[in-house]
């Protein structure tokens, strides 16, 4: 017996009242997209669960797939059986003769949302569990907490069958918070508050802060691999690279060395929020976690967060770096991270950044630059490019070109 439908059941967003639909829509389409990769499925959704139907295609890429999809408490992948109760007793044995292992418990619950079916779910608990012991005469039933649930559904088309519930990943559909630009270096943590905040619905977009030619196109390149890897859970993502080098390079000329980072840190603070405006973001998302550098403490983050009035969600700052860790790994970004492509801020990393750097003396140093024309010029060169999570031909191409130079 093949799967013929995953039915979806739905997670937070049943508490969501009049906004519920909203809710509905934008998951169906979410998930819609991340399984366009498979032409045969088709998606139906109603307002208390959603059907995939698989019309042919394997149940587990595609379940591999649902699985990063936020907004989803759990699904089950079902067997469509026709409406006749013959058919149904079949279908239990043909089922727990495949999973059955000895001192296995099982109970059948099934529910009737067709009311014209010859039984009720009680008659219909108690035919099908006597079908299952004519197959298996050991099994013993169990109420609470059984091995095997057998889950049967009458609906108008036809009968549906499941026996196993996986496990969703939580959260809210991508997109239902409004949209949000991420900070995104090539290091742990920032991919991680990305996910994070996809997790809780955040629609992001990926700020990438490049100074060619001290940062290579190895550095670049792993910002979009890690882009890519966050696709899985929300789309496709606009990546938007900021050239920043003269930026980079006017800071080292004005100012004194224990204060570069705190004002590298103000000008992307300054140029986010830019970016920010002009394509419709509400907040920032950045990957600081509270003490873990320089640039990190509390006295840094508001010298640093002081540039802007816009919230600034920082998804990671109260974990330890090994949970930050923890994350990236389920996550598959943490073996692109530790990649060793130096990053823009590691390069004129001075080697003793100020700890408790002072807002008056920060715009002291900035008032011997053109804060105002460094920003707009940054603004006006980036380079956006739409990441999707196949990797494309021309990364490759790239690539060889790389090589060969
Ligand atoms: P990460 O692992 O995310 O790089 P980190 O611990 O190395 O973080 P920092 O390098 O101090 O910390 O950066 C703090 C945050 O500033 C990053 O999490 C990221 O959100 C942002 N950031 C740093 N460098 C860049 C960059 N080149 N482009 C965009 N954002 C950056
Ligand atoms: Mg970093």
Redesign the pocket.
């Known amino acids: 017996m093949n799967y013929s439908e995953i039915m979806v059941r739905y997670g937070e967003l049943s508490t969501k009242g009049k906004n519920r639909m909203r809710f509905i829509n934008k998951l169906k389409n979410n998930i819609q997209e991340a399984l366009s990769i498979y032409p045969d499925v088709t998606v139906h959704f109603d307002r208390d669960r959603g059907h995939v139907y698989l019309n042919g295609t394997d149940y587990q890429p595609v379940a591999a797939s649902l699985q990063k999809i936020f907004g989803i408490q759990n699904f089950a992948p079902s067997y469509k059986v026709e409406k006749s109760v013959s058919a149904l007793r079949q279908a239990v044995q043909d089922i727990m003769k495949a999973i059955y292992k000895e001192g296995m418990t099982f109970k059948v619950a099934a529910r009737r949302s067709d009311h014209s079916f010859e039984l009720d779910s009680r008659d219909l608990n108690q035919e099908l569990g006597g079908a299952v012991f004519e197959a298996i005469p050991n099994v013993q039933v169990q109420m609470k907490s059984p091995d095997i649930t057998l889950r049967v559904e009458i609906r108008e088309d036809a009968a549906y069958i499941s026996h196993k519930e996986i496990k969703g990943a939580g959260g809210l559909p991508v997109g239902t918070a409004g949209k949000g630009m991420?900070?995104?270096?090539?290091?742990?943590?920032?991919?991680v508050?990305g996910y994070l905040a996809l997790k809780r619905g955040v629609d992001i977009e990926a700020?990438?802060?490049?100074s060619p030619p001290y940062t290579s196109p190895g550095a670049l390149k792993k910002a979009h691999d890690l882009t890519r890897k966050l696709t899985a859970f929300g789309g496709n993502i606009q990546f938007i690279e900021v050239p920043f080098t003269e930026i980079q390079e006017e800071i080292k000329n004005k100012a004194p060395e224990a204060y570069l980072m705190t004002l590298t840190?103000r000008f992307?603070m300054r140029i986010t929020d830019a970016i920010r405006e002009k394509r419709n973001g509400l907040i920032i998302v950045?990957?600081?976690?509270l003490g873990?550098?320089a640039?990190?403490t509390l006295e840094s983050m508001q010298a640093i967060n002081a540039v802007t009035n816009t919230p600034v969600i920082r998804p990671v700052i109260t974990m330890d770096k090994l949970e930050i860790i923890d994350i990236a790994q389920k996550i598959d970004t943490f073996d692109i991270?530790i990649q060793p492509f130096e990053?823009?801020?590691t390069i004129f990393a001075p080697d003793r950044p100020k700890t408790n750097p002072k807002i008056k003396n920060a715009e002291q140093y900035e008032a011997r630059m053109d804060i105002d024309g460094l920003v707009e010029r940054a603004v006006t060169g980036i380079m956006i490019r739409e990441i999707t999570p196949v990797e494309e031909v021309q990364d490759e191409v790239d690539g060889l070109i790389e090589d060969l130079l």
């Open positions: 991420l900070m995104l270096s090539g290091g742990i943590d920032s991919p508050a700020v990438h802060f490049a840190r992307m950045n990957g600081e976690s873990q550098v640039s990190q991270s990053d823009c801020c």
